[in-house]
């Protein structure tokens, strides 16, 4: 085999049919982010279970915030069912973390659960 055999071998495997446009890396997601970890599990009981105790259901909303490596999941409720999901001394609250947390290992993530005023 002689060098000009072996030149031409190496053009070829550089130019396979591999194009860059047809390349996607999963790893990202629509905006760019690889950093989102996605807990559906979680959201959605915590979803079911604010907006069984609350007066106003439809003023419920949930949202998946990263820190530092760590997802946390941020409650927002109608001003007079804030003292609903806390409850007596925070048993609500700590109720509602506990069931999500439980849930949350569905997903594979450990969260940590905030209610906003």
Partial sequence: ???????????????????????EDDDFDEDG????????????????????????PDDVEVEIVERQGSVTLEVTVAEGDMGRVIGRRGRVANSIRTLVRAAASKDGSPIDVEFVD
């Fill in 33 to 56: 982010d690889i950093n989102t970890i996605e807990v559906p599990t979680a959201r959605n009981v915590l979803e079911f279970l604010v907006k069984s105790v609350v007066e106003n």
């Fill in 1 to 23: 085999m002689s060098d000009t055999d072996y030149d031409a071998e190496n053009d070829d495997a550089e130019n396979d049919d591999f194009e860059d446009d047809d390349y």
